[in-house]
Every structure is written in C-alpha cells, then in structure tokens.
C-alpha cells in the first residue's frame, strides 16, 4: 500500500506534513496564517476549562480580537473540578493507565478494589452489585457521557448498583477518549475512567473471568476558573454573532484549533466587509461539560432572537484531516479533510450555499438547521429561538484522543476550507441576512 506513511498513533507524531498550497490560493485563504493559528493553540494545551493552556488561549485570543477592532470583556465562568494526577486501572500484573471520567470520584492513593464484570451486554443487576463494571462501548466517534450508546450501560451499570466503571471507548483511532460530561452526573458517585481499547485485552480477560481489579483516581478538589472572551464592533442594524467554543481535554488541534482558527480570520474580514455591521464574536469555555459558557453567554449576554441577522457557530472538525484506517489505531494520512463533518443553515438559505460548499467534503451537503439536526452549543443555541444560524459541526478520527495535535490538520484542505466556507458565508450575508 503507498497510500502514505503508516502512522501508530499511540505517540503524538511531530510531522512534516506540511503540503504547499495550490497556485493562488495562498493570497486568497491566507493559508499559512490559518495553520500557524492552528500550531499555536496546539501548543497551549491541553485545553480544559481553567487549565493553564485554556487561559493562555484567553489571552490569545483577546489580543487578536482586540486588534481586529473589537471591544473585548470576559465573562467569568466557575466550577467544581478534579485535578487528577493518576487514573489506573489494575488486576493482577496489568496496570493500565486511562483517563478519569468527569465529575471525578477519587479513591485516594489505595484505590478502589472489587471483582471485575462485562456490563456491555444486558446484564443481570445481581451479578453487578458491589463490582466493578467494564463497559466496551460500540465502535464510534465517541463524544460525550450523554449519548443514547454510552448513556444506556452506564445507567443500568449505576442502577445495578455497581462501585466503579470501567469504559472502553472502541473507534478508529484506538486510543482512550475524553468524554464530555455535565457538571452534575450519577457517575460522580463511583470512580470512572476510560482506557483504550488496544490495551483493554488484558482487562476484558479478567473481568470474564471475574478477576479483582483496583482502580486508583487520585487527585484534588478545585474550583475551575476561567472565562468567556465576548467582544463586540458596535453598529447599526441587528447583530451578526460569531461563536466557537476554545476549551477542550487535550490540544484539541482538529477538534478546536481548526475552527479557532477560522474564527480569528473571519473576525477582521466581516469588520472591513460590512463597516457599519453590529458584530458580536464570543470564545466560549465549559465545552467538555457540556456546553456551560454557551448557555452562560446566551442566557446573560447574547441579544435577544429578533434583534440577531445571522448567528455563525464554529464547532468541532472545522477542518481535521482525514485518515486511511489501515489497522486499530494505526491510520495513514490524507490530505484532504474529514467528510464526518456538517453544515447547517436555514432551509431557505440551502440553495445559495450548496454551488458555493461543493468541493468542501461533508460541507458539500448542507442540512437544515433544526434541533434534530444539530449538536453541542449550536442545539443550545436554536433551542433558545436563534433560528438564523450557520453553524458547523464533527467529529474527526481523533476526537477527544491525546493525540488531536497540529498533524491532524492538512494545511492546505485548511486553507480550501477556508476559502469554499467563507465564500458561501458572505453570499448568505449579502444575500439573506443584509439587516
């Protein structure tokens, strides 16, 4: 096969994937610029609300929108963590390292030891009391706590009684992934963590056989402290709104960092493009918990539903790179960008956008912006009556793996993305959303 190099992705690759861009496109999409921002946040991570790279990511972020012309304040945002510092899970001779599950339930330094028992497959309540329950989710992309094919095991997991969980998130990278999660779940009752699931054999083995395992989640109780970044370029008219969430579990370079990205290209180009435009751009933390900072600037600081033109949500995938699976966890690099992603707009707007997104894979479908079809803050946001919205949405190969870093962008599917994206916003803006 020479489809390109073969990448394991249990190591975080520096890669010198960089492809020059295609003649003139460089001026038009500002290519470069685009993945140095991508490169940059990367380097800030990880990105959890109130980290230090989430911070350092405010201070970024607020300096470029402030150069743009924008008057920029933060509106603070506070809550209960875990700082953890040791997430094992262990039986016999294996020890393996995982992610803690959020919100945390700490053991302290001697663990948490009980049998193991498969709960993936419906499972008497009986034979789950007092154990610990290993959970082997179904093959996906996985994102959040919340979704019907995680929730589901948990929940009867937690029913039956059980004292500790075990989640093994099976997708195409092969790696552990974070899992969003609310600020108040049933999970924080027991110690929970997610382990990959080429390394879960061994695990899996013990707990058919019903093994003693012990889980170690030792950490500390903090506040996490950080901030919405909201700035605005007065004008006249209803406002145009820009938002894109910044936090994130790790360096989250496709998941965030692409439409971040995008995001601080499009803020100069719509305050030279429509002077006299009421611009509002808010960078929203509290993401991985399910999308506190969106519901904060919505409920506290957004302008009402009839005094917004067109509401434009960057979330996750902008423009992650896409992969070849060759095996479990190894993928091979394309340039080109991930097609799990989506465009949604209004129905009536669908027409104007299709000729525009065309070369832009998964883009080249745009979908109705409904509840239905939404996800992340872009459902909060049309729940609350902002029915005027272009938002997009994905979940790339490495989503909420450790390994999103600037490899997972191609620089120059960037940059056409770019280029298609902003093309066929400014067209719906002149065209539908003028005042």
């Known amino acids: 096969m020479t489809a390109g190099p073969l990448i394991d992705r249990r190591t975080t690759l520096a890669l010198g994937l960089a492809t020059s861009l295609p003649a003139g496109m460089a001026r038009a999409a500002a290519g470069p610029s685009l993945m140095d921002d991508v490169r940059h946040y990367a380097a800030l991570g990880p990105h959890r609300t109130g980290t230090a790279g989430n911070l350092a990511t405010l201070d970024w972020v607020e300096a470029r929108l402030s150069a743009a012309g924008f008057a920029v304040q933060r509106q603070p945002m506070r809550y209960a963590d875990h700082d953890i510092t040791r997430a094992v899970i262990a039986t016999g001779a294996v020890r393996l390292e995982g992610i803690v599950q959020r919100p945390a339930c700490p053991t302290g330094s001697d663990g948490l030891s009980a049998p193991l028992v498969l709960a993936d497959e419906p499972v008497d309540p009986a034979r789950l009391s007092g154990k610990i329950a290993v959970i082997r989710l179904p093959h996906a992309r996985h994102s959040s706590i919340l979704e019907g094919r995680t929730a589901r095991p948990v ?34 009752a027991v110690p929970t963590l997610v382990i990959a699931p080429r390394d879960a054999g061994p695990i899996i083995a013990a707990a058919a056989r019903g093994d003693t395992g012990r889980i170690v989640l030792e950490g500390q109780a903090i506040i996490a402290s950080s901030a919405n970044l909201v700035a605005r370029r007065q004008g006249k008219g209803r406002a145009i709104i820009v938002t894109t969430p910044l936090s994130g579990w790790f360096g989250c370079a496709g998941e965030r960092g692409s439409g971040i990205a995008a995001f601080l290209q499009v803020a100069p180009l719509l305050a030279r493009r429509y002077p006299a435009a009421d611009l509002h751009f808010a960078g929203l933390v509290g993401h991985e918990r399910e999308y506190v900072g969106g519901d904060a600037y919505v409920g506290a600081l957004a302008p009402p539903p009839d005094q917004v033109r067109l509401w434009v949500h960057l979330g996750a995938g902008f423009a992650a790179r896409d992969w070849h699976e060759i095996a479990d966890g190894v993928l091979a690099p394309l340039p080109g960008a991930d097609a799990q992603r989506y465009l949604l707009a209004p129905e009536a707007w669908l027409g104007t956008l299709r000729p525009l997104l065309a070369t832009l894979p998964g883009y080249q479908q745009p979908y109705p912006a409904t509840i239905e079809n939404s996800a992340g803050e872009a459902r909060h946001f049309i729940e609350r009556g902002y029915r005027n919205m272009i938002a997009t949405i994905g979940a790339h190969r490495l989503h909420h793996a450790r390994t999103d870093d600037a490899s997972a962008v191609d620089p120059a599917s960037l940059a056409e993305s770019w280029t298609g994206w902003s093309r066929a916003l400014l067209a719906v803006i002149d065209r539908h959303a003028r005042n």
Not at 158 to 180: H, K, Y
């Open 155 to 188: 929940k009867a997991a937690l029913a039956a009684g059980c004292v500790g969980l075990v989640l093994v998130t099976r997708g195409p990278s092969g790696e552990a992934l974070a899992l969003n999660a609310p600020l108040e779940h049933p999970v924080s």
